[in-house]
C-alpha cells in the first residue's frame, strides 16, 4: 500500500510542477517517474488497493479480497483512466512516439536503475 502511496503521490506531484511551469503548456510530461510509465499515477493508484487486498487476504480470503483490486485494475486499464487519456493525446505530436517508447504502466525493468551508482 505505501509503496502504490508513495508512486501515486510522486507522479501527481511531478505532473502538477510540469503544468504549472508555462514553458511546459502543450507539451507532454516525459520525465521522471513519466519518463518510466506513461500512467504512473494509475500504476500507484493500483499497487495501493493491491497493497490493501494482501493486507485484507487473511481476514477475509483470498477471493473477497481480491475483488476491489481486480475492479480497480479493470477499470483504470481498460474504461476510465488509460483508454480516456491515451485517447485525449492520441493526436498530439509527441504521444506516437512516447507510446513507443514508454511502457504503458509498468516501467521495463532495465530502464530503471535500482543502484546509486
Known sequence: M????????????????????????????????????????YLGEILFWWGVGLYTV????????????????FLITQISGVPLLEAKYKTHPDFEEYKKTTPMLIPRLSSLRFWPF
Open 58 to 73: 487473511f481476514d477475509i480470503g483470498v477471493l473477497k479480497a481480491s475483488v476491489g483490486p481486480l475492479l480497480i485494475t
Open 2 to 41: 505505501l509503496i502504490g502511496l508513495y508512486i501515486e503521490s510522486l507522479a501527481d506531484f511531478q505532473l502538477t510542477s510540469f503544468k504549472k511551469n508555462p514553458l511546459n503548456k502543450g507539451k507532454l510530461i516525459m520525465s521522471g517517474l513519466w519518463k518510466h510509465s506513461r500512467h504512473p499515477n
